[in-house]
């Protein structure tokens, strides 16, 4: 991906997600703006801790501005891809993508993601065992809310396997050497 330092990059989605990312892309040099359309009351300790790492946060709402100044958006898996201010950003060509895509652009190494309805976090643990007993490393990222800084901070791993949510797949349309794997189990499962 293209060097982020210096770039005006906006995180939309605060909460656990958009936290991670944010700390992420402050580690790699870029501007970060958060943007919720929560107030700061409603986010909890989410708010304080983005201003502690050095972001600036745009709460209640999702100023339009912010979308058409950014270099890069980044969307939290929650949001919804139809709003207006993310239809204007691609109008105007701006990159669009959400933190799985994000990663994969720093990892250098394959990415097994797991999503579907029921049983991600149980089939990633079982499907990182079988990794390493390979005899390849892989790290395992049940839940995910933390991918992207996981991803960073365990660089030196064979095979990456974190558990999605269906929503984080949304935005991964450039994601390459991804394996996918979906749990959806039928009507009959215990």
């Given at each position: 991906m293209e060097a982020l330092r210096n770039k005006n990059v906006l995180v939309v989605g605060l909460a656990r997600?958009?936290?991670?990312?944010?700390?992420?892309?402050?580690?790699?040099?870029?501007?970060?703006?958060?943007?919720?359309?929560?107030?700061?009351?409603?986010?909890g300790s989410?708010?304080?801790?983005?201003?502690?790492?050095?972001?600036?946060?745009?709460?209640?709402?999702?100023?339009?501005?912010?979308?058409?100044?950014?270099?890069?958006?980044?969307?939290?898996?929650?949001?919804?891809?139809?709003?207006?201010?993310?239809?204007?950003?691609?109008?105007?060509s701006i990159?669009?993508?959400g933190e799985l895509e994000l990663a994969s652009r720093f990892l250098k190494l394959p990415i097994v993601a797991i999503s579907g309805t029921n049983?991600?976090?149980?089939?990633t643990e079982l499907v990182g065992d079988m990794i390493n007993h390979s005899g390849q490393r892989v790290v395992s990222?049940?839940?995910?809310?933390?991918?992207?800084?996981?991803?960073?901070?365990?660089?030196?791993?064979?095979?990456?396997?974190?558990?999605?949510?269906?929503?984080n797949s949304r935005t991964c349309a450039l994601v390459s050497s991804v394996t996918t794997t979906w749990t959806i189990p039928s009507s009959g499962w215990p």
């Open positions: 997600t958009g936290l991670a990312v944010a700390e992420f892309l402050l580690d790699q040099g870029a501007r970060v703006t958060i943007t919720d359309h929560l107030p700061a009351e409603d986010l989410a708010a304080d801790s983005a201003l502690r790492l050095g972001c600036s946060l745009a709460l209640g709402g999702h100023p339009a501005e912010l979308f058409t100044e950014a270099d890069l958006i980044v969307v939290s898996p929650g949001v919804p891809l139809n709003l207006p201010q993310l239809q204007e950003a691609r109008s105007k990159k669009i993508i049983g991600k976090t149980t089939t990222v049940p839940g995910g809310p933390r991918l992207v800084y996981s991803a960073s901070s365990n660089a030196n791993s064979r095979s990456w396997s974190p558990s999605i949510r269906s929503s």
